[in-house]
T-cell receptor, first 110, second 117 residues
Framework: RKEVEQDPGPFNVPEGATVAFNCTYS??????FFWYRQDCRKEPKLLMS???SGNEDGRFTAQLNRASQYISLLIRDSKLSDSATYLC???????????FGKGTRLSVIA | GAVVSQHPSRVICKSGTSVKIECRSL??????MFWYRQFPKQSLMLMAT?????????EQGVEKDKFLINHASLTLSTLTVTSAHPEDSSFYIC?????????????FGPGTRLLVL
């Protein structure tokens, strides 16, 4: 079983749509959770951290369910500029590297 | 946010030459830096974890004698691809974790695109 699993997509949605991505992780000892965004031929950039209480940043909402080992990202009112690959990322503790999912590709269409 | 730079951004070299890539954390100290490789349309692959003042930890299948890592200070790690071959052509990305960050966020450099002819 992969450590972090995501639906690779692609998700093709019209502008203004709401889209949700899901991710599951296998290591119950995981302590930190993130969503990163990667544009084509660019480096990943931190989109937001994910907290147990859920958190929102503008049009983006992230939620964590530790019992189900499940993370989600909701994007409301999609923009063309949201087109990218969204990486679900999980960390344990200490100096161990973060574990990246393979990413979910989103295309927002005019 | 934290800024990480990489140099060079793009390299074209002949087969058999060595290429050195620098990764710097510009506004924070990083005890730990990470080196990744990404082939076209594929996911990030962790190559090694670079620890300041000690030997790097390599992932399975990554040759430590081919990919030399040096982390001589809290703001600089270097990756040297020795005797590069066309199959080493890839997008090499480093990331750094701020010492002060309790949540273990990693910040990425802009990447180095290597093409070996």
């Amino acid at each position: 079983r992969k450590e972090v699993e995501q639906d690779p997509g692609p998700f093709n949605v019209p502008e203004g749509a709401t889209v949700a991505f899901n991710c599951t992780y296998s290591n119950s000892a995981s302590q930190s959770f993130f969503w990163y965004r990667q544009d084509c031929r660019k480096e990943p950039k931190l989109l937001m951290s994910v907290y147990s209480s859920g958190n929102e940043d503008g049009r983006f909402t992230a939620q964590l369910n530790r019992a189900s080992q499940y993370i989600s990202l909701l994007i409301r009112d999609s923009k063309l500029s949201d087109s990218a690959t969204y990486l679900c990322v999980v960390g344990t503790s200490g100096n161990t590297p973060l574990v990246f999912g393979k990413g979910t590709r989103l295309s927002v269409i005019a | 946010g934290a800024v990480v730079s990489q140099h060079p951004s793009r390299v074209i070299c002949k087969s058999g030459t060595s290429v050195k890539i620098e990764c710097r954390s510009l506004d924070f100290q990083a005890t730990t830096m990470f080196w990744y490789r990404q082939f076209p349309k594929q996911s990030l692959m962790l190559m090694a974890t670079s620890n300041e003042g000690s030997k790097a930890t390599y992932e399975q299948g990554v040759e430590k004698d081919k990919f030399l890592i040096n982390h001589a200070s809290l703001t600089l790690s270097t990756l040297t691809v020795t005797s590069a071959h066309p199959e080493d052509s890839s997008f090499y990305i480093c990331s750094a974790r701020p010492e002060r960050d309790k949540q273990e966020t990693q910040y990425f450099g802009p990447g180095t695109r290597l093409l070996v002819l």
